[in-house]
């Protein structure tokens, strides 16, 4: 964006809040229109879908089911719970405060930042606003200068649909990004990877402000002996080449199995790959092509290392002109190679033999903490085994990705693989700040807690703080002694 420096950030600064200062964005009523206006903005379908065709060539039913659809449920549900959502919630109090009552207060943090990501450039801008917009606040959204299409739609659609002396979108690239990060925000949320996240926290540390971070990782997965491999492989082959060939923080990153399983996954994998996108996958509509020409030579990176190259089972075709990469299968790959060590996020799937699947746990949480974990498996110990060991960001047993759509369940990272999380009234509790709220009258009052003090007020105060009646009872007898 020409023109944006850090005056003209600090500029808009004081416009927001301004407007946040005086109650706007504080409302029921301003709440619930901004979300109605923001689901108005999906009847925009066609054009969002080219949009997110022109930015990385994404599958129709992607677009519309994984970014659209989603986002309109989102929108959905905050309209219908919002009331309920803003609402206090009485909480009990003790004898120590008698005669009172309590209740948590959820409060707007201000002015927020959303910066978003480029492979689902209109969910990961759009779903964390909805959470901003339920819990009253004023947002600034800065989405990825990497789907650039799509950024410009967006802009247009947010500055015709939502309050603009609220809500802002700012384009542009790392200058831009640079200039919001010098202002002082009440939260930031940040969606990406670990390197720009560390820039991220230590710029918000200036200010002591709070951050979500939605990162990615290795997300792992685990394949039992004995399973229904037709089924499991199509799970599998839907959460990583039918996210957007791979490039999802929540695609599988690589497989865990027995080397007695592994043939026989492998001859699965490939015949139902085949089956999906064809012989000649290069040329198959429903796969998303690679962002641009940076990863497409990093994804080519991985591929190529000595390592690494004479692994490869199935695929490893592309198409440089066209940012184009074959779903590719790599067997018995060493895990100090370096498409084992970085998050691949691309069409890559490595897999990895154990001669037990009880290894495969050690061996994940020997790695950083990712932000998804996957197990297939028919055995109830071991899915019980697989919850209580791995930590990750969220768990899916005999299935990938789906606990994305899960509105009742948080989303979000541990470790390395990001911190805080939204979906849902997640998202809500994200942007509010809970509020404790105490009552109490001006009608009595106990000497007690006044000087001066003396050995009964100390038992008596001690029994109140310390709870169980027959205490305080005892003490109150022995208030007026020595």
């Known amino acids: 964006m020409a023109g944006f420096d850090v005056q003209v950030a600090g500029a808009m600064m004081t416009e927001l809040r301004t407007t946040f200062a005086s109650g706007r964005t504080r409302s029921y009523g301003w709440r619930g229109t901004q979300l109605k206006n923001l689901l108005k903005l999906c009847d925009h379908e066609k054009e969002i879908v080219e949009a997110l065709r022109q930015d990385l060539s994404k599958p129709e039913l992607e677009s519309t089911v994984y970014e659209i659809a989603l986002l309109k449920n989102s929108c959905k549900l905050a309209l219908k719970e919002l009331k309920h959502w803003m609402a206090p919630e009485k909480v009990k109090t003790s004898l120590t405060t008698f005669p009172s009552s309590a209740e948590i207060m959820p409060e707007p943090l201000g002015v927020v930042l959303i910066i978003s990501a480029w492979n689902y450039p209109f969910l990961l801008s759009l779903d964390p606003l909805v959470g901003a917009i339920a819990a009253g606040n004023a947002v600034v959204l800065k989405p990825s200068e990497i789907a650039p299409a799509t950024s410009a739609l967006m802009a247009k659609l947010v500055a015709a649909y939502l309050d603009s002396s609220s809500i802002k979108v700012i384009e542009g690239a790392v200058a831009e990004t640079t200039a919001l990060l010098e202002q002082k925000w ?3 949320f940040y969606t990406g990877n670990s390197r720009v996240a560390r820039i991220v926290m230590a710029a918000a540390s200036k200010h002591l402000t709070p951050v979500l971070l939605e990162l990615g990782g290795k997300s792992p997965v685990v394949i ?12 599998i082959i839907a959460g990583k080449w039918g996210c957007n060939n791979g490039q999802a923080c929540i695609s599988p990153d690589y497989i865990i199995t027995t080397k007695d399983n592994a043939p026989k996954l ?34 080519t990176k991985l591929l190529d290392e000595d390592k690494v190259s004479g692994k490869i089972v199935h695929g490893g075709e592309r198409d440089e002109t066209n940012l184009r990469i074959a779903p590719t299968i790599l067997l018995d790959v060493p895990l100090d190679s370096m498409v084992m060590n970085e998050e691949i996020f691309g069409p890559l799937l490595p897999i990895v033999m154990v001669n037990k699947i009880e290894e495969s746990f050690d061996l994940i949480n020997s790695r950083t903490k990712p932000l998804a974990a996957y197990l297939f498996t028919n055995k109830k110990k071991l899915k019980e085994q697989f ?8 768990l899916v047993v005999n299935d ?20 805080g999380a939204y979906h849902g009234k997640f998202s809500f509790d994200a942007f509010s700040h809970k509020k404790a709220v105490l009552y109490r009258g001006l009608g ?33 007898f022995r208030l007026g002694k020595p």
Not at 225 to 231: P, S, T, V, Y
Not at 400 to 419: K, R, W
Not at 444 to 459: E, F, L, N, Q
Request: charged share 20%.
């Open 444 to 476: 009595s009052d106990a000497a007690v807690r006044y000087p001066p003090y003396t050995t009964g007020k100390i038992r008596l105060m001690k029994a109140l703080i310390g709870g169980g009646i027959w205490n305080i009872i005892r003490a109150l």
């Open 266 to 299: 492998v001859d699965s994998l490939k015949k139902e790959l085949e089956h999906f996108y064809g012989k000649q996958p290069l040329e198959s509509k429903d796969l998303s092509r690679i962002v641009n020409s940076t990863h497409f030579a990093r994804l």
């Open 387 to 394: 919850v209580m060991s791995v930590s990750a960001g969220g």
């Open 400 to 419: 990938t990705t789906v606990h994305l759509a899960v509105h009742t369940l948080p989303f979000g990272g541990v470790g390395e693989s990001g911190m």
């Open 186 to 188: 009440d939260k930031i």
């Open 224 to 235: 039992d002996e004995g399973i229904n491999l037709q089924i499991a492989t199509r799970r």
